[in-house]
């Protein structure tokens, strides 16, 4: 597999990023795009070069998207002796929406007292707006939403 991207790790994930003691945005962008759901434990079994290789492996085109799917499931075989689940892949995902913010994003944002503008949403690459999507799901811990949103120059 051709290794051609430059990892892209977000201000926010500084705390992990180094050790990729947790899953980066970059690789559960490429999960929710491949299908497959990596449980922490499974990420934990990978070493550093394996987990800095799904980060760094493109996942885009048809071709890539199976590529990095199987060489995935490859890993989390040989680590755990069970494959990994399947994730139903969103054909039309909110993040590759630049034209509406997802309701649960505006929500967990004006919660803040802010409010972003849909001109700005669309200025976003679809990374991040897949972070500040992922990060503003009900039930899940919102601690990095607002250094998101500074980082991505939504919030001062």
Known sequence: M???EKPVFFAFEAD?????????MQVRFKLD???IKLK???????????RYSLA???????AEIQT???YLQQLVLQHTQTPAKDLAVDPEP????????????QEQAQALGITIPVDKWANLTPLQR???????????????????LQEFKLAE
């Open 130 to 148: 897949f972070a500040l999507y992922k990060l503003s799901r009900p039930g899940h811990e919102n601690r990095n939403f607002l250094p998101a």
């Open 40 to 50: 922490l434990d499974q990420w934990h079994r990978f070493d550093a070069q394996e």
């Open 2 to 4: 051709v290794m051609s």
């Open 33 to 35: 795009t491949c299908g």
């Open 16 to 24: 992990f990023v180094e050790s990729l003691r947790c899953i980066p």
């Open 68 to 70: 990095y799917r199987t």
């Open 94 to 105: 909110p993040w590759h929406q630049p034209g509406a913010v997802p309701v649960q994003t």
């Open 56 to 62: 760094q492996w493109p996942c885009s085109t048809e």
